[in-house]
Nanobody, 121 residues
């Protein structure tokens, strides 16, 4: 069974930086794409960054130039480096992977439980 576990969240001042990590555990598995989503308080969960199996990356306009998504394939870990943080970056951040689930014989999204990031003075 494949599991995704986020870490690295916490509280930070505006202008600060954080690095989130997402470790894929369980049976060895390769996702076609991986991504970070976030859900601000009282709002919908939105895609903010995605990386393909060929390392192509895309970003939401709200984080472009400030956040960087990357991965370490050998360690099965996805990262989100966040800089120039703003109060409106406050949200629960979720790790996502899209790939083949052999148990059900189909492609699907896999989700972590989320990690809280709070940006305030």
């Amino acid at each position: 069974q494949v599991q995704l576990l986020e870490s690295g969240g916490g509280s930070v001042q505006p202008g600060g930086s954080l690095r989130l990590s997402c470790v894929v555990s369980g049976n060895i598995f390769s996702f076609n794409t991986m991504a970070w989503y976030r859900r601000p308080p009282g709002k919908q969960r939105d895609l903010i960054a995605r990386i393909s199996r060929t390392d192509d990356t895309t970003y939401a306009n709200s984080v472009k130039g400030r956040f960087t998504i990357s991965r370490d394939n050998a360690e099965n870990t996805l990262y989100l480096q966040m800089g120039s943080l703003r109060p409106d970056d406050t949200a629960v951040y979720y790790c996502n992977g899209f790939g083949f689930d052999s148990r059900i014989g189909a492609y699907r999204d896999f989700w972590g439980q989320g990690t809280q990031v709070t940006v305030s003075a």
